[in-house]
């Protein structure tokens, strides 16, 4: 039973329903700008993603030397999808490392890419976070086990390797 509509909230009961709970909230997209060829922790030479035809929903991400600050507290999804050249063998690992004390970071998602002949790869890995403090949960992206020869694919003018947030709902 609706009890109360007003302004751009509706209350149900006792419980206020608005736009940030109801829907995407918070979506945004970053990408990585030149090639990384050594392992990186974290990656700090990224962009929020500036075309023509992009934009994000809410107020965005924040990023400092290469950590990165969520807007609003709540579940997000975060997907790194990272293109790679490797040359033969070679078995280049990305990762997404979080913390809820803005201090100790742990990996939460890894994933690699393997080259048996040198060529062009891509691969994704992502992960469900609970971001229920902004000053605290934060996040970073990093690379290891690059191999001489092979690196990370990044350019300022398209998307080959990227960071994306999508705030899914409340936490």
Request: hydrophobic letters at 35%; proline letters at 2%.
């Amino acid at each position: 039973m609706v009890t109360k509509i007003s302004g751009d909230s509706i209350t149900i009961g006792s419980t206020p329903i608005t736009a940030s709970t109801v829907g995407i909230s918070q979506a945004d997209q970053w990408r990585l700008t030149s090639d990384l060829s050594a392992d990186t922790d974290p990656i700090a030479n990224v962009e929020r993603v500036d075309d023509s035809a992009f934009d994000f929903i809410g107020n965005g991400m924040t990023h400092s030397s290469g950590i990165f600050t969520f807007p609003e507290t709540g579940i997000y999804l975060i997907d790194f999808h990272v293109k790679i050249t490797a040359v033969t063998n070679d078995n280049v690992v990305f990762a997404i490392s979080a913390t809820i004390d803005n201090s100790t970071y742990n990996i939460v998602s890894q994933a690699n890419c393997s080259a048996y002949n040198t060529y062009d790869n891509s691969a994704s890995n992502s992960y469900m976070l609970d971001v229920t403090d902004t000053s605290n949960v934060k996040v970073k992206f990093r690379t290891f086990s690059i191999g001489s020869g092979s690196y990370i694919r990044g350019s300022s003018s398209s998307n080959l390797t990227t960071m994306t947030f999508i705030r899914l709902g409340n936490t």
